[in-house]
């Protein structure tokens, strides 16, 4: 553990927050605007690849800000699951702030303004949670997140955005409150701290701590991550699909969820420990768990016609592939966890990226009107298909990365049932997105589209939005065909980490 000087850590979590201050102020001039939200974004990327040699060193960064109480304090510290974290979110980000600028100028959105500063200040709030040295760090901004994304959610400020804004407060809200922080006295009061334990074998509970209060305060933390997506507490996800299609590609792709996945895994690893989670079978349970959350997700995709509704249940299920990798406790499992929040997030971002151009250029929503789309958006269909394949799995794209080390590491627990689960599910995966691109490129056309074959592509903000999602697809491709880099920062998390896997898997 190195303590470092409080500017570097503190500096790549202040710098979406300063960006979304000066997007405020730049309101009424709309260049100005969306060009500090796009040197806010570069900027949070540069100062996470500058921390980054040293985390691959194997140093883990911490600084300590304020002692409230004893073992309770604000500490922002960086390691390598951190590192995952942080900069999957600010790479994106970039992207996504010239995305944003096609599709909110395309549709003449209102509150463009409020907009971008919202998005800009969730981003702020995820990289304070990726650089969170303890429980109390991480709880503070993981409500950030929550409060600064409800008026994304309510976007468009009709009956319907107010739902779901409402049922996403009232989700969030809740269970942070009533689970979160009953789990967070519980571990303070055995523990006698919040911080994070060092290493991710031993955890921060002491030897003789009972049986029951692990598994209660355990619990209270898995439910209480609601942003995870963990069925039954899932159902604020697809009602957040009524705002625009950037908040959808930012809650479910890099943001709101992925802070879910990973605070839970950080708790995971960081405050039980493996050598817990193993000895009180919580790590089995929390696979068996999210397995139904995985496939019943999954068949519920299979019904809906609505593209964002559909791409939202793949979420549902998706991120439980993150949750369950952890779970299994294995080498294989974890890196293949951790290495599903970049894949899932890259290849996810590219989906609904897509389906917010499709939206701008056509009007379309529903999969059942797209036929014949591929041959005028041959770039945004192309994205899609390739990102639908690394969501199925299909190697060489980095979603078979993933799942192939998900599946080895049920296989090193011996482990049928789950290794079914992720066959399963992946025929599931291809029962829903295969029929999209099937439809827009041998599909027939709605009658008033019939004789249509210009490119709908060639406008300059349908250039704005084309560019980044063929960009998020050439990556979900790169990182399949070179997943090494994200291997390695894995490896740094713990010293012995794999070692130390290995040798509590082989006592299973």
Excluded at 161 to 188: C, D, H, N, W
Excluded at 407 to 413: M, N, P, R
Excluded at 431 to 449: Q, R, S, T
Aim: glycine fraction near 10%; hydrophobic fraction near 50%; charged fraction near 10%.
């Amino acid at each position: 553990m190195i303590e470092t000087t409080p500017g570097m850590l503190i500096l790549t979590a202040i710098i979406p927050m300063v960006a979304a201050f000066l997007v405020m102020i730049s309101g009424k001039r709309p260049n100005v605007r969306e060009a500090w939200s796009v040197v806010g974004a570069v900027l949070t990327f540069a100062s996470v690849v500058n921390l980054a040699p040293r985390v691959l060193s194997g140093e883990v960064l911490r600084y300590t800000y304020a002692q409230l109480l004893p073992g309770i304090s604000v500490t922002l510290k960086l390691d390598g699951l951190g590192l995952i974290f942080a900069g999957t979110s600010s790479f994106l980000w970039i992207l996504a702030a010239f995305y944003c600028i096609g599709y909110m100028r395309g549709l003449n959105e209102h509150a463009q303004t409020r907009f971008y500063v919202c998005y800009a200040a969730a981003v702020g709030g995820a990289m304070g949670a990726a650089f969170a040295g303890n429980l109390f760090t991480l709880y503070l901004f993981y409500e950030i997140v929550s409060i600064v994304t409800y008026p994304l959610v309510m976007h468009h400020q009709d009956e319907e955005g107010y739902e779901g804004g409402k049922k996403y407060i009232i989700y969030l809200f809740f269970t942070s409150k009533a689970f979160l922080l009953s789990g967070m006295v519980l571990v303070y009061l055995t523990a006698g701290t919040l911080d994070f334990a060092d290493g991710v074998l031993t955890g921060l509970f002491p030897s003789e701590t009972g049986k029951i209060l692990v598994i209660v305060s355990y619990l209270l933390f898995l439910f209480g991550f609601a942003k995870s997506g963990i069925m039954p507490f899932h159902n604020w996800l697809p009602s957040a699909m009524v705002a625009p299609t950037p908040v959808s590609a930012l809650l479910h792709a890099v943001v709101v969820v992925k802070v879910g996945v990973f605070s839970t895994a950080r708790v995971m690893l960081s405050v039980y420990g493996v050598n817990l989670l193993n000895a009180s079978g919580l790590g089995l349970f929390t696979a068996y768990f999210v397995s139904f959350t995985i496939i019943c997700a999954s068949v519920i995709a299979l019904t809906k016609t609505n593209l964002k509704a559909r791409l939202a249940y793949s979420t549902v299920s998706q991120l439980s592939y993150i949750l369950l990798g952890v779970a299994l406790l294995t080498p294989s499992g974890v890196t293949g966890g951790l290495v599903h929040i970049t894949n899932h997030a890259f290849s996810k971002i590219t989906l609904f990226f897509c389906a917010g151009v499709i939206f701008v250029v056509s009007g379309k929503k529903d999969i059942r009107e797209m036929g014949g789309l591929g041959y005028r958006m041959p770039w945004t269909m192309g994205a899609f298909a390739l990102a639908s394949l690394s969501m199925i799995g299909v190697p060489p794209v980095c979603g078979f990365v993933s799942k192939w080390y998900l599946a080895v590491g049920t296989l090193e627990i011996h482990n049928w049932i789950l290794l079914t689960v992720l066959l399963v599910s992946s025929l599931l995966n291809a029962g829903y997105f295969l029929p999209v691109v099937i439809k827009a490129f041998y599909g027939k056309p709605l009658p008033e589209d019939e004789g249509k074959t210009g490119s709908l592509e060639k406008t300059p903000m349908a250039r704005f939005m084309v560019v980044p999602l063929a960009i998020t697809a050439l990556c979900s491709l790169l990182f399949g065909l070179y997943p090494n880099y994200f291997f390695k920062i894995i490896s740094v998390l713990d010293t012995g980490f794999f070692t130390g896997l290995t040798q509590a898997t082989a006592g299973l």
